[in-house]
């Protein structure tokens, strides 16, 4: 009996121990910035998306009030309902594990689904990345919490920098042929342009506008030739 792990499955698992992780430092800075222990677990239970965390306990944070902590998350938040989309139409999930499905719908698993180029190995990578992560996340986020201040500074132990780092990982092999890394290229300068004016949490989405301009343009461009 075969019991080798697939490509998405060995991907998943990779990309789940690398993400997992950071939970404890979203736990870490979340007591830091006044929520309780409960409080921060529940955000990983139930909102589950590390970027909208972040944004929600920094604006808490940072003196602001809950209804705009929620707006921030929220807002940075709706990328998750455009891969989603994508998502239903790639995996085409049953219908009643698609509530699952949408929970567990954010940037790594996409981007492992994404990755492969067969159905079935879609459906391992989504699934191994989105549980993998769901259950390390928020594991590693009561660790953090129940630590709090005894971590210190998060960055200094580089959990700062995982999920950065394993995204990249997965967008790197994409990047072949000239469009793919002028369309990467110019992402990075808008949001390098726009990160200086605007709230955390939205550059992305400036950047996710700029590529739509970007894909449409090329969308034209290739209907007239």
């Known amino acids: 009996m075969r019991t080798a792990l ?10 789940a121990a690398a993400v997992g992780v950071y939970g404890v430092s979203f736990g870490a800075l979340s007591v830091g910035s006044g929520l309780s222990v409960l409080q921060t677990c529940i955000l990983s239970l139930l909102m589950f998306t590390g970027g909208s965390q972040f944004a929600f306990i920094g604006v808490i944070g940072g003196g602001g009030t809950g209804a705009a ?15 989603a989309i994508s998502l239903k139409t790639l995996i085409e999930p049953p219908g009643r594990v698609v509530p699952l499905m949408a929970h567990l719908t954010i940037d790594e698993s996409t981007a492992t689904a994404t990755a492969q180029t067969d159905h079935d190995e879609r459906v391992r990578g989504f699934w191994t990345a989105g549980v993998g ?10 660790v953090g919490a129940l630590a709090g201040d005894a971590i210190g500074d998060p ?7 995982a999920a950065v780092a394993a995204f990249l990982g997965l967008l790197w092999p994409r990047l072949k042929g000239r469009d793919p890394v002028a369309l990467a290229v110019v992402s990075a300068l808008v949001t390098v342009m726009v990160l200086p004016v605007v709230p955390p949490g ?7 506008a700029a590529t739509t301009v970007w894909w449409a343009w090329q969308h034209r461009r290739g209907l007239r030739t």
């Open 6 to 15: 697939t490509p998405a499955t060995r991907m998943g698992l990779s990309i």
């Open 69 to 83: 902590a929620w707006a921030a998350a929220t807002l940075l938040g709706v990328r998750n309902g455009v891969y």
């Open 133 to 142: 992560i769901y259950l390390l996340w928020n594991a590693s986020t009561l």
């Open 155 to 161: 960055r200094r132990w580089g959990l700062d920098g």
């Open 202 to 208: 939205i550059p992305v989405l400036v950047a996710a």
